[in-house]
């Protein structure tokens, strides 16, 4: 099996990085399967959403290459892994533009003109893996999980069909120490492929 780990962050040595390594680590250990990390940040993907997006949009022009390519490399992948630092109590700018462009209209979901909608991407496994430094309590006091959990796993994958298995929140200020959080990431990647049930959305 074979996952592909989107992540985005600006610096290789961030935790949102040990992390990404982490999960792939335990995904490859986990059995015959492979692991591949993308980073959109140092891959230069560029997250504005273009007229050449907007013109495929309306289908009236042809999808950026670039857009095309993401696309190929998600179908050829068993399962989608986000790796993400939160950034204002949701995914990065960067990684929340390849969203836009790479999800398209067509690709991942259809609107028929009778207005209904037909999810395109039941095929694919997803597992969120979110990295925050604000504490759990600050979470809780302001339903922010909740707020990402609608957004993101209802308003993106559950949209286009795409199971989400899991959905994990790791915030430093919980771990006294941070090789426990690698341990846990590693946990993680471990269980990408063993599980059976989407969580509930
Ligand atoms: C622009 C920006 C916004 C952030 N917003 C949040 C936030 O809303 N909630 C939170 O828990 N952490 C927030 N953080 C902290 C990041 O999630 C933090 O970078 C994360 O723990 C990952 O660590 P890393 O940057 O070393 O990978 C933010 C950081 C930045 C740079």
């Known amino acids: 099996m074979h996952a592909l780990i989107v992540t985005a962050h600006p610096h290789p040595d961030s935790l949102t990085h040990s992390i990404a390594a982490g999960v792939a680590r335990g995904i490859t250990e986990s059995g015959p399967h492979r692991a591949e990390i993308a980073n959109l940040a140092q891959e230069g993907f560029r997250p504005e959403f273009t007229r050449e997006d907007f013109a495929a949009f309306n ?13 190929t490399r998600i179908d ?15 995914m990065p700018a960067l990684m929340k533009g390849w969203i836009d462009r790479v999800f398209s209209a067509g690709w991942a979901y259809e609107e028929t003109a009778d207005g209904r909608l037909i999810k395109k991407l039941r095929h694919l496994p997803v597992h969120l893996v979110a990295i925050g ?15 990402m959990k609608v957004q993101i796993e209802e308003g993106i994958f559950n949209y286009c069909g795409a199971p ?25 990647g471990q269980k990408t492929f063993n599980t059976q049930q989407p969580v509930a959305v």
């Open 133 to 147: 430094a604000a504490n759990m309590k600050t979470w809780e006091k302001h339903r922010y999980q909740e707020a």
């Open 59 to 71: 289908a009236a022009g042809a999808l950026p290459e670039d857009v095309r390519a993401e696309q």
């Open 76 to 90: 050829s992948a068993d399962a989608l892994v986000l790796v993400f630092p939160v950034y204002w109590w949701s």
């Open 164 to 188: 989400v298995m899991s959905s994990s929140l790791l915030l430093s200020p919980e771990y006294p120490d941070t090789n426990v959080m690698l341990q846990d990431a590693h946990r993680l």
